[in-house]
């Protein structure tokens, strides 16, 4: 009896050490990258609510809230085509897996190198961006907008991933360094191109308040804001 109680138990023990090994290939073993890659680009997708593509490696280091590394992020404007609304070189977060376990995808302190924005306007009017990202910069078109009595507040929009990527930036706590962001209004002639060094939103005050720096030039002109 004595012998088949340690066998189970070893038995037991090898299964563990198996499932460690292989959850840890998943995370880390180059052979699995293309999973990985799919998985946080659906993620990703699902959170911004509009298609986000991972097309370089991904590295995750696990811990009670594990920290995500997607290199090679590209998103691609749904209204012109072969233009990007963002590129980022580097993608760090944080998640916390206990609540993705519980099916809730929370992502927080989110660190960002390589950025580039292209917030565009063509003379037809056509926009880079799309209707969530002109309700967050509060860009306005030239035909008016039928008011409407139902529209989801902003935690609404972002719980359901229909806030847009600016909004779900706007609601995390961020730091973006080396960004690059051009506005350009074909319809009005107005064009700003910043070159930013740094640029950090975070939020304190249980969330309450919203603290935002940057620096660096716009249109070769320095820029500061605290």
């Not at 799919?38 to 995750?60: A, F, M, R, W, Y």
């Not at 706007?170 to 730091?175: A, F, G, K, M, P």
Request: glycine share 8%; hydrophobic share 40%; net charge negative.
């Amino acid at each position: 009896m004595l012998k088949w109680t340690i066998r189970i138990l070893l038995g037991l023990a090898a299964l563990c050490v198996a499932v460690v090994a292989f959850g840890w290939s998943v995370l880390a073993v180059p052979y699995f990258s293309e999973f990985r890659r799919t998985l946080v680009s659906k993620v990703l997708s699902e959170q911004i609510g509009q298609p986000l593509i991972v097309n370089g490696d991904v590295s995750v280091v696990v811990g009670r809230t594990s920290r995500v590394r997607a290199q090679g992020v590209q998103i691609p404007s749904e209204n012109i085509a072969d233009i990007d609304l963002a590129k980022l070189d580097n993608f760090d977060f944080e998640i916390n897996l206990l609540a993705l376990l519980d099916r809730k995808i929370d992502l927080n302190n989110l660190f960002v190198d390589g950025l580039q924005v292209n917030l565009l306007v063509a003379e037809d009017g056509t926009t880079s961006f799309n209707e969530r990202e002109k309700d967050a910069i509060g860009y306005k078109s030239q035909a008016p907008k039928e008011k409407t009595n139902d529209k989801p507040d902003d935690d609404t929009r972002i719980r359901d991933g229909q806030g847009g990527l600016i909004a779900f930036l706007r609601s995390r706590t961020v730091s973006f360094t080396n960004i690059g962001l051009v506005i350009d209004d074909a319809t009005t002639g107005f064009e700003y191109d910043f070159s930013l060094n740094e640029f950090t939103l975070d939020h304190i005050e249980n969330g309450s308040t919203l603290i935002v720096a940057s620096d660096g030039t716009v249109n070769g002109q320095p820029f500061v804001l605290e």
